[in-house]
């Protein structure tokens, strides 16, 4: 089995785990009888930004080619390209071009993690959040009348699509039918926004019909964001909107204390288009360069792209050997406590896969 | 002095955390020398709406009259009337015709009252969440095309003016200016809602100029509901548009462990019309009628009404008449632990007012 992989480190502290991203998966790849085949690009704020003034080339896609999945890094430089721009320019582009509507991620207790949480232990907290990821809230339709008077007016547009809102829906019920409690909940605020949030409500009704094995119900973003500090055992699959499912899928790493570890899957389910794998985390400017950067995230996300390209087997034993990683101490990065490198942590990671 | 109150009590608890609120607000007039003349309205699933099919008369301001404040329980019983009608058919149509465009709610953690976050203790939180409450993303101007078809498609606007946008910025930068620590905290997500939230911050920029002694720095939502849990302790007025500020003010006093005892504001600070105030928990449907609601929310809204009153000496003593209960165990509710009942507590708190 050969997998074709398009790599793309990005800026700041992508830059130096995306190679302890690549050891893992190479050596995943020696162990269990599979090939990987690489091609790397410098689209990046840093790279191709600051040579060409735009984050990719024109005929990007072609570059691109048609690999099975996108391994990304982190990309950001606000000090020389704002964040709209490299964001619009790149990973925002990729999830609307290559129609990734699914942004998927895991929000799990992981052993060596400390938890902001009170008293909750490893295996206490372990569900996904799944956000559509190309329409709804992330609109650029609208504009501003009257500007720069007091008159001035702006107003932006949320649209959903009965296709964009079903589709994300089935995917989340179709995940939630896969696991043990086979429970979903949605994000909803459908008692202060009264035109596109009771239409959510009313497809999550439609679509959960065809599931009469998958229970559900739903919560109000505010109390939900409030659930998921005082319950988070409750939830096995959430779904939200691509506004609700941002906000819920940083949260859920934050009551994990995961947010420096957690990989992330954007997710187009029927194989059209490729699918990107990206950590949670971002290029982080302020600790880039030193070395120091905590690889796992990018590791996890390898882990959910060989589970995206049918490696399961790979897949979770890349997940057993993170997890024993983050239980020795002296193999944990600094924002764990450890006093690792990115390197000695990635090389940690290979080692105890086998 | 003489100040005039409308009673609206509500549905489920808030008719038994009401009686104690008005306790404690009675006694505080007696101690503090001022006259509390009142006036109760029956608006309420359970009332009015039971006998006419709406919320309220038609004539409701003429009813309401002039009074100085509102003081308001929880309206909701989802059981007979739909969460959106009543809403929209009380609590949304007071703060929008009104004009109550600034919604208060602390953050604060309290003496009994367990917090779910790790290592934190009564001192270490204590910030305030301003949130915009007449426009932004709570509209009603939207539509759907192509219905029941799969080319649906539903489209709701956010509006916010300049106006709007200012008029509560001004607010939260006069609180930071009152405040010890002088800080600033606006929430955004001008790197993926592309016009209204840039223009969100473009005004906090202008605004922000006239208080060179206020700093100030943005986070975008996502990011900063995980610095909630992460670091709670960071923040001091904490400004959101309508939805932004409804999700982070109940994260808050989630974090705090207060949901079930946090008051708010719904201010007119021109004074133009009656500001309400009113606990952050709603009617409670599950708990209503065995004497059990904690009336901490009631009690410490009747504080945050007398502040607004310009009762400021009586305010603090209620605050303080609060916390000594709450660190009593056997004074507190159930769902704090303790053994007494809503109007044990509510006696408690008018007693150790003097
Ligand atoms: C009940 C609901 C419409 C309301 C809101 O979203 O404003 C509530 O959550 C609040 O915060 O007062
Ligand atoms: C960087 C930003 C535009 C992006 C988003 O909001 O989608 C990020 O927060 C994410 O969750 O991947």
Redesign the pocket.
Known sequence: RKHTIAVIPGDGIGKEVMPEGMRVLERAAALFGFEIEQKWHDFACCDYYARHGRMMPENWKEEIGRPDAIFFGAVGWPDTVPDHVSLWGSLLQFRREYDQYVNLRPVRLMPGVPCPLAGREPGDIDFWVVRENTEGEYSSVGGIMFPNTEREVVIQETVMTRIGVDRVLRYAFDLAQKRERKHLTSAT?S??IAITMPYWDQRVEAIGAEYPDVTHDKY?I??LTAQFVLNPDRFDVVVGSNLFGDILSDLGPACTGTIGVAPSGNINPEGTHPSLFEPVHGSAPDIAGQGIANPVGQIWSAAMMLEHLGEAEAAAAIMRAVEQVLATPSARTRDLKGAAGTEDCGKAIAEALG
């Open positions: 605020k008692n202060g109000h505010d109390i």
